[in-house]
């Protein structure tokens, strides 16, 4: 069975950076596409950004986050960072890493993808 355990999440003011890392833990022979995406109460979890497992495969981000935030992974390892900068208080939410296929909706990828619990960002203006 594989586990994800993310890091680095914290609390931080509008135009500051952090950097959150996930790794896997367990069972990891295959290599997964990994990503991260966040969620606010009362709201549906939203897609952050993905990279593919392969070397020099696809990297994907939401549009809100281009050019703020840079995913990136070492090569022949299931772990992924994304880093933060620029950070705005709508960045404010629990973000969770996951593992599997690449994908933009929770709605497909919930049933499929290994999660992580979560990590708290809160950004204060």
């Known amino acids: 069975q594989v586990q994800l355990v993310e890091s680095g999440g914290g609390l931080v003011q509008a135009g500051g950076s952090l950097r959150l890392s996930c790794e896997a833990f367990g069972r990891t022979s295959s290599m997964y596409d990994m990503g991260w995406f966040r969620q606010v109460p009362g709201k549906e979890r939203e897609f952050v950004a993905s990279?593919?497992?392969?070397?020099?495969?696809?990297?994907d981000y939401q549009d809100s986050v281009k050019g703020r935030f840079t995913i990136s992974r070492v090569n022949g390892k299931n772990n992924v960072t994304l880093q933060m900068d620029s950070l705005k208080p709508e960045d404010t939410a629990v973000y969770y890493c996951n593992a599997g296929r690449q994908g933009r909706y929770y709605e497909d990828l919930k049933g499929r993808n290994i999660w992580g619990q979560g990590t708290q960002v809160t950004v204060f203006s």
């Open positions: 990279i593919s497992w392969r070397s020099g495969g696809s990297i």
